[in-house]
């Protein structure tokens, strides 16, 4: 068993299949030594286990559960073309969608169900660069959407 894997099953995670896409991209593409993974919502076994905005239909602490889903769908997508997470060497940026009623102003806490999630996984190698961004509507009404810029040798 890899360190990661020995990491995720200590923290109780089981990471998900990678989710299908939903329209014309893959889910990661390696450049060099980075992997970019395309957006990815919240999908647990292919549904949303919630839609709609931050705000209103959804609570901040469901929307900090459904980025920390999306994180780990993110990692999934990684690990499908690097294969295994120990060759992650940093999480160099997170890029995080909220979508948000226009008084809703907490998406930097919603988006740490994302980085915290990764800072227990990698350690300090999960500190990453950041942008929490609210938005009016994502894909299929997700309430939220993230992509991730990891590093890897």
């Known amino acids: 068993m890899s360190t ?3 990491r995720l099953a ?6 998900p299949a990678v989710a299908a896409p939903v329209a014309a991209y893959i889910p990661a593409l390696v450049s060099g030594n980075l992997v970019f993974t395309s957006g990815q919502l919240p999908m647990v076994e292919g549904v949303l286990p919630a839609t709609g905005k931050l705000g209103a239909a959804v609570s901040a602490e469901e929307g ?8 780990l769908n993110a990692l999934a997508a990684v690990e499908s073309v690097i294969g295994s997470l120990d060759r992650v060497t940093r999480i160099v940026k997170l890029v995080g969608f909220v979508a948000s009623d226009p008084s809703f102003t907490g998406q930097p806490g919603v988006i740490n169900g994302a980085s915290d999630v990764l800072g227990e996984i990698f350690g ?3 500190v990453h660069a950041r942008s929490a961004v609210g938005v009016s509507v994502l894909p299929l009404d997700s309430p939220v959407e993230l992509e991730l810029i990891v590093e890897f040798a």
């Open 10 to 15: 200590e923290l109780g995670i089981t990471l």
């Open 124 to 126: 300090d190698a999960g």
């Open 64 to 71: 900090k559960e459904l980025a920390r889903q999306c994180a």
């Open 4 to 6: 990661i894997d020995e």
